[in-house]
């Protein structure tokens, strides 16, 4: 009892010591000894090594074999040259598919004496890509992790909690606000351009439209012109100033300043004339007030688009999701089964872009420069009244048009012709995820949909009527989840929809399965595989196309099985193929093969992925995972839309890249350049439509190419 309270105070002294004085007191009336228990209990795990704690862990259960392969004396059938594999991380607990295949091909080789190894009855449920239960437990709180460092934009908060339907509706709203907004304002473009540009020019002018003549109202003219700019871009103006009051240096903050900038350099002229001499930069600064307006009219539409394919009647979507490798990069995709929408995919559509996170870098750089560049300029040339006309033109030319449009274009681009299709590709996240992809898994229903498949009538021999052959091939086929289970199940009238129950399945390299039905030994698969199991095929018996049925090692019938090729399948492989994108054949139907694939769709079957039978099962078994990147949703299921998204998102990619690059170089070139025509006193090479004309310029070619990733 001595040695219990004399521990007891020597945790209650180790206690005081870890809290202050006041953390102490606040103890007191509270229930030390469980305080201490508890503690005790914390000091007790957390000193004891590794090994004990666990051994104080339950044990988990053992889990089900994942797969097992027959293994034959003589080589197989020779198959397609080795494809490139995707590369994933055997590290992690569920990121490489990969690792699934060595814990099997180790297993086979532990239990080759046996002879053969078996599949458990349901393959699906025990394909090694499932998750582990301790990282099953994790899942809900690595998404959260996830959306916790994911950045909103700014103008799309008010998005985040609506449904997809909602959300819609208001997108669109949006989408007509920002379109007329941007239509008057692109006219008030014109206009000015027109009015500036006029006297170099000798075009025509109204007699009162006249700096020359009358000034007053010329430059009233451009002022009202630049004011109404300002009350159609009045969004991006407000914005731009609340952001600056935070300190939230973003594009609509040089917008703004650009165009006050402009503005007071207008009304300086007409208050003080004799600080005339200099055309405001009007049309520059509505120029890019547009290109802002533009901006966030192509980012509505994206999520209007988006959300319109999100909230469709049927509410389940096949996701697209790609496996991340050791390197956070994602070289394999694979989309999941018909499901309801994840809360996740609006959160990605929302998602800050990279033009967004680079201006919020890009913009404070700009303004500081453009404010010393203004200084410098005014004062080395001896002309310090003119700093708001150095201003006004060094913040104006130094709007990274390119930069602004580099993602939100091309992404509009794309999805104008996704959402027809029912695809919807997540956001800037979903574009990065699809930019290294280099393998896309393809089932056996993606390449020879059920209805394109024909089965006949069984050719029975010896005693065996064609009930029970039937009976036998359906028990077998639905137990290893081949896509011919359905197309016998179609094809077949009078078979019975719940066939006897398969046991000890076993899928063989050799283009063939046994299971045990209702006590008997049933084969199924090609001649070959009959062949090599020592089963005699009667002379004159047709072995292609041929799925033979053998029970208790005799053979018992044989079905001619004829695969159409769709037209839609053959243009989506060569377009895959074409573009560098491996289509890996996650088939357990033993008849489709890349040589069956080059015959059927005149593509070269060594670029088809055919891996080894281990590998093509943990595939076609592969569950939606949650760890895995969402890249986009699909509402209806087909090789042309599943080639769609992958060819979309690097094509959106590029883009996005190729407009970035020619925002900074045009950002980088022109304000140096303006710099140094002002400061060398050029005022005639620095005029308002030389401006207009050199952002227009760099202009085009973002505008080509973002326009071009809408076309395929």
């Known amino acids: 009892m001595d040695h219990k309270n004399n521990n007891h105070d020597m945790e209650l002294e180790e206690i005081k010591q870890m809290l202050s004085e006041s953390e102490y007191d606040e103890l007191v009336g509270v229930d030390i ?40 004396s003589e080589p197989s059938l020779p198959t397609a040259d080795k494809k490139p594999r995707p590369q994933t991380d055997s590290s992690n607990l569920r990121r490489d598919i990969a690792s699934g295949v060595d814990e099997v091909i180790n297993l086979k080789q532990r239990e080759k004496e046996r002879g053969g190894k078996q599949i458990p009855k349901s393959v699906e449920e025990a394909s090694p890509v499932r998750l582990a239960p301790e990282y099953e437990n994790t899942t809900q709180e690595l998404l959260h992790e996830k959306a916790s460092k994911r950045v909103i934009s700014t103008e799309l908060r ?31 473009t014109v206009i000015s351009w027109y009015i500036l540009a006029a006297p170099t ?53 040089l917008v703004s300043l650009g165009a006050i900038a402009t503005l007071i350099h207008t009304l300086m002229i007409m208050i003080k004339p004799n600080w005339g001499g200099f055309l405001p930069y009007t049309c520059v600064s509505i120029f890019v007030m547009f290109i802002s307006l533009s901006v966030r009219c192509k980012r509505y539409e994206t999520v209007y688009r988006a959300c319109r394919v999100a909230s469709t009647s049927s509410g ?37 872009d990279n033009s967004e996170k680079l201006m919020r870098f890009l913009v404070p750089l700009l303004i500081v420069v453009a404010l010393i560049l203004a200084i410098v300029a005014s004062f080395g040339s001896g002309y310090a009244k003119g700093i708001m006309w150095y201003l006004s033109a060094l913040l104006s030319i130094s709007f990274p048009c390119g930069i602004a449009l580099s993602f939100v274009y091309p992404f509009s681009a794309a999805s104008t012709r996704s ?8 956001g800037i996240d979903g574009v990065r995820g699809l930019r290294d992809v280099h393998a896309a ?54 078979t019975p929809m719940n066939p006897p129950v398969a046991e000890n399945f076993e899928f063989f390299d050799t283009n063939g399965m046994t299971a045990y039905v209702n006590g008997e030994k049933v084969f199924v698969g090609t001649g070959n595989f009959i062949l ?7 002379d004159g018996v047709n072995v292609k196309n041929t799925v033979f049925v053998a029970i208790n090692m005799q053979l018992a019938g044989a ?78 299921d087909n090789m042309i839309n599943y080639s769609e998204v992958l060819a979309a998102g690097k094509r959106i990619a590029f883009a996005q890249k190729f407009n970035m690059v020619l925002g900074c170089i045009s950002t980088v070139l022109g304000v140096p350049l303006v710099f140094y025509l002002l400061y060398t006193g050029a005022a005639a090479s620095v005029t308002p439509a030389n401006l207009l004309y050199y952002m227009i310029l760099w202009m085009i070619p973002v505008c080509l190419t973002s326009i071009g990733v809408g076309r395929r």
């Not at 959300?167 to 920002?178: D, I, L």
């Not at 959402?419 to 997540?426: D, E, F, M, T, V």
């Not at 069984?458 to 077998?476: H, I, M, R, W, Y």
């Not at 090599?532 to 009667?538: D, P, V």
């Open 316 to 352: 389940r979507f096949f996701i697209v999701k790609g496996i991340e490798d050791s390197d956070g990069k994602i070289k394999t995709v694979y989309k999941t089964k018909a499901s309801p929408l994840e809360q996740e995919f609006m959160e990605l559509i929302l998602e800050e």
């Open 201 to 253: 020019y000798l075009w025509k002018l109204p007699k009162f439209i006249s700096y020359m003549e009358k000034p007053y109202i010329y430059l009233f003219i451009l002022a009202a012109l630049q004011i109404l700019a300002m009350f159609m871009s009045i969004s991006i103006i407000t914005d731009g100033l609340r952001f600056l009051l935070k300190g939230w240096l973003k594009m609509e903050c």
């Open 419 to 426: 959402s027809q299709l029912g695809i919807a590709i997540a």
């Open 559 to 636: 079905y001619s099985i004829k695969y159409d090729s769709l037209l839609s399948v053959k243009r989506s492989l060569s377009y895959m193929i074409k573009r560098k994108l491996i289509p890996v054949l996650a088939v357990r139907d033993f008849n489709v093969t890349p040589q069956m694939i080059e015959s059927k769709f005149k593509v070269d079957a060594n670029s088809v992925g055919y891996p080894e039978i281990e590998e093509r099962i943990s595939y076609s078994g592969i569950k939606d995972n949650q760890d895995d990147k969402t890249c986009a949703i699909m509402s209806v």
């Open 441 to 494: 898994i393809v089932t056996e229903n993606d390449i020879f949909p059920t209805k394109m498949i024909t089965v006949s009538q069984p050719s029975t021999f010896l005693s065996f009527t064609p009930e029970k052959v039937n009976l036998c091939a359906l028990s077998v086929l639905k137990a290893s989840g081949s896509g011919l289970y359905d197309a016998f199940l179609s094809n077949l009238p009078q």
């Open 532 to 538: 090599r199991m020592g089963i005699r095929i009667a």
């Open 158 to 188: 008010s998005f985040r909690k609506l449904m997809p339907a909602d959300a819609a509706e208001r997108a669109k709203s949006a989408v007509k606000y920002f379109r007329i907004r941007s239509i008057v304002t692109a006219v008030l």
């Open 33 to 72: 000894d469980s305080i201490i228990m508890e503690y005790s209990d914390i000091m007790e795990y957390s000193d004891s090594p590794q090994q004990e704690k666990k051994q104080s862990q339950p044990e988990p259960e053992p889990e089900p074999e994942i797969l097992q392969v027959y293994p034959e």
